[in-house]
């Protein structure tokens, strides 16, 4: 809850926009449906017919009463009860064009809602993610879309049914009898008022019922996730308990909300029947006197009647609307966010062909969830063309922010990251990534298949491409030993391959890509022996003639790199070879010695070293 706290505050429109009304609120969806003119056009013209229809009625009623009860009253009767049945016709089919009308807009206007929702998140950085859970963020694209949905789709239609309805009977009414009107219109905002100030009271409690929902939404999705993890340590009772716990939270919220909007129903029904039932009353004592005609009096009745039932479903609607405001807002927070790394005005293009050069000049970072603390703290280094330089530290030391900032998830805070000589800040990010590949510790595989994985970032890759990449990292032959071979779908995140056949299929991928500066972040921490020994020869051929940056703990990778950058604590403390660094007998020389002292002594004799899965402490 902590997170999804934070990310809500960063977000600036949400704080802002509390105060307003529900329909303010919901602005934010107008450009959406001003793309629909056409349909709106439509929309309304049905609205009208069915409106005009509908006030029709009561006139008929009126000659019906005032002169269809006399000598030729009967021909009278049959002309206007013939009328009426073209008048029902004409309501029938402007209501039918309405609902398709106004839903299918609806149903249009929030696909479209849901991906820009979706397209936005895609472009926002890292640090955005970092404050947020996917969970919550999930829950804004399901519950909250489907909550906007229903009541832009159909509360929408019934809110200008009504309001159409509402105005035509009270233009009606004046017409009708003014003196009576005057009653009716004096009443209104007595009614009105009171509705308006409980609509915000449900606006704010349907909001925080979304927020409870979306807590539960984001603590499941962990679960599930993590489901191994839960059963394995025994956590399945007390998950239920606190996932229960938060459901009966969102219940609990939800209830407040439904509360508010049944009171809010409940005062607008009385006091809409209490002013009609005023009305006769009054309509009645004019008949009395001969003011007005029973016909009058019906139609005016007919027409407040009209009236109170628009203005009553109006409040409903209201409430619905206030409702869907809140989770209209979460929404909104998402769409006025703007990325933190984002395409310069002026973007300029780095060299072709790519050299692969890569340099830090003095860059200090902090991360936004730590900014008193700089986990890069002035670091300068330049990566030659085709050099492999091989980041080695304790735990926190930097090393995997090195590779953030190269891949422009985050811009430092001073110092300059250049590729090819061009600062990497004035350049579009896609352009940068499209120079990069990584593997990283932990390999992200999606549900889909094999293929489609390993072509991930480059789709128009051939299935012999495909296959050469696979082959080329060792996966060719655990993937045709699969049921379906390149085709066989793997599950979600990968679950059905085990670890070191998901780093090989994220090895094979960077591979496919092809790119000119390589990023390893321990690409064979999750192999065995075995496997790791033909990735490793794959790796090999990868970084030939490549810009390799490789954070690395394994003896035999390290021993590979051209260079080694030891960091502690955000700074470069050390900088060589291998067997330099361990002349010099300071911090790398320390950690070697804790992770591999007898590859060490067979090293100072001059022989060949096996490693052994010696590695330096755990990364990052």
Do not use: C
Not at 21 to 45: K, N, Q
Not at 88 to 110: F, K, M, N, P
Not at 385 to 401: D, M, N, Q, W, Y
Not at 574 to 583: F, I, M, V, Y
């Amino acid at each position: 809850m902590a997170a999804r706290n934070k990310s809500r505050g960063s977000e600036g429109s949400g704080s802002e926009g509390r105060g307003k009304a529900p329909l303010g609120a919901l602005r934010p969806l107008i450009p959406f449906a001003a793309v629909y003119r056409g349909r709106i056009l439509a929309a309304f013209i049905s609205l009208l017919a069915a409106s005009g229809a509908t006030l029709t009625v009561p006139i008929a009623m009126r000659r019906v009463i005032d002169h269809g009860f006399s000598a030729e009253g009967h021909s009278v009767i049959d002309a206007y009860f013939l009328a009426l049945l073209g008048v029902v016709a004409i309501l029938a089919l402007s209501s039918a064009g309405r609902y398709y009308t106004v839903v299918t807009l609806g149903e249009r206007v929030v696909a479209d809602l849901r991906s820009a929702v979706f397209r936005r998140l895609t472009i926002l950085d890292p640090a955005f993610f970092d404050k947020a859970q996917s969970g919550e963020i999930v829950s804004r694209l399901t519950a909250d879309a489907t909550q906007v949905k229903s009541v832009f789709g159909v509360s929408i239609s019934i809110l200008l049914r009504n309001a159409f309805l509402f105005i035509g009977a009270v233009v009606m009414m004046v017409i009708t009898s003014p003196r009576l009107s005057i009653l009716v219109l004096v009443a209104i905002p007595l009614i009105v008022f009171p509705l308006i100030l409980s609509g915000r009271g449900v606006r704010r409690r349907s909001r925080a019922a979304q927020d409870r929902l979306a807590d539960a939404s984001a603590y499941a999705a962990e679960a599930v996730g993590a489901v191994r993890t839960m059963q394995a340590f025994g956590m399945g009772a007390a998950t239920a308990a606190r996932f229960a716990e938060a459901s009966e939270n969102a219940y609990a919220a939800a209830r407040d909300s439904i509360r508010a909007r049944a009171l809010l129903t409940g005062v607008a029904i009385f006091l809409i029947s209490s002013s009609v039932v005023g009305v006769m009353w009054y309509g009645a004592q004019g008949v009395l006197s001969g003011a007005m005609t029973a016909g009058q009096l019906s139609q005016f009745v007919l027409y407040a009647v009209f009236g109170a039932s628009a203005l009553g479903q109006l409040s409903e609607v209201y409430g619905e609307l206030a409702q869907a405001a809140g989770a209209a807002e979460r929404l909104g927070e998402i769409l006025a966010s703007e990325p933190a790394i984002a395409t310069p005005a002026d973007p300029l293009s780095l060299p072709r062909p790519a050299r692969g050069e890569v340099a830090f000049d003095a860059v200090r970072f902090a991360y936004p969830t730590r900014a008193g603390h700089a986990s890069l703290d002035g670091i300068s280094f330049t990566v030659r063309p085709g050099e492999r330089i091989a980041l080695v530290g304790p735990s926190g030391a930097g090393k995997t922010t090195v590779l953030q900032l190269l891949l422009r998830f985050y811009d430092p805070q001073t110092g300059t990251v250049r590729v090819d000589g061009v600062d990497i800040a004035r350049v579009d990010p896609e352009a940068l990534r499209e120079r990069l590949s990584l593997v990283p510790q932990d390999p992200t595989v999606f549900s889909g298949t094999v293929l489609q994985n390993i072509s991930y970032g480059r789709a128009a890759a051939t299935e012999a491409e495909v296959r050469r990449a696979a082959e080329l990292a060792n996966a060719d032959t655990f993937i045709r030993a699969l049921p379906q071979g390149y085709a066989t779908p793997v599950g979600e995140r990968g679950v059905t391959l085990s670890g070191g056949q998901r780093q090989r299929i994220a090895i094979a991928r960077a591979i496919l890509k092809d790119a000119p500066i390589l990023l390893l972040d321990e690409a064979t921490s999750a192999l065995d022996a075995e496997s790791e020994r033909a990735v490793q020869s794959a790796l090999d051929t990868l970084m030939r003639g490549r810009t390799t940056l490789v954070i690395a703990h394994r003896l035999a990778t390290i021993r590979a790199a051209d260079r080694i950058l030891v960091l502690d604590d955000g700074r470069i403390v050390e900088e060589g070879t291998h067997e330099s660094l361990l002349a010099q007998g300071a911090l790398y020389a320390q950690l070697a010695a804790l992770q591999f002292t007898d590859a060490l002594d067979e090293t100072a004799r001059g022989k060949e070293v096996r490693p052994r899965h010696a590695t330096l402490p755990a990364a990052e």
